[in-house]
């Protein structure tokens, strides 16, 4: 096991894990914590917005992106069983239960029932905003269903099939854009699935605040969400839609 924040173990050594751990195959695992803009007032130099985008390319490399205590523990056995490299992006200090843990080698957690078209699919700790954006649209009369995916890696594509009953998905990441979550989404889904993608847009990198400011200015947060997701179940709604989403 290796351990710092999240961006420190992962960018600044990356050519040791591609050609050290990831290309031996050995059992590895690099545990971050931080993932994400958790270290938020520290600036941009703390912010691990692009870590998932750059370990799951590395071979036999298996991303884990837990969401609570629960699901970390599932991530650390898995890894443990897995016996080969492993990157483990956890949160700061403090990250509350937010569901029980199932199997997570399964695929997807269903954490939230629901029977609109759309549905929240989130990694990370940034569940929490989908589960409350999921609650301010129970209030308006679209249910959507919410799932967590603590695993990001090819090896698990399969187990992905049970969120493509939902033709309008919305992936919710803490990370970059490009080659994030919803890209991994977006690379192993049907044709007939929509995804559209919360992340973090390059034009935040200069921002410095706490991570819920950071969150609200990438529009990873509960009202930003709820806002999207009106718009993808009822387009015809005149809906004011900010941020990044």
Known sequence: FTYSIANFPTLRCLEQIRNDIAYHNL??????VGGGVAYGNLGYSHHAVQDIAVLRTLPNMAVFSPADPGETAECLGLALRRGQPSYLRL??????PLHKSGDITHGPVLVRQGAAAVAFVATGSVLKSALEAAEILGRDGIDPAV?????IANEFADKFHTLWRHKKIISVEEHGFAGGFGSFLKEICPADVEIRMCAIPESNAGLVGSQEFLRKKAGLDAESLAHLAVAIARPQSKVSIQNAC
């Open 27 to 32: 059992p590895v695992t690099i545990t971050a």
């Open 91 to 96: 949160g700061k200090a403090g990250e509350t």
């Open 147 to 151: 799932y967590s995916c603590p695993i």
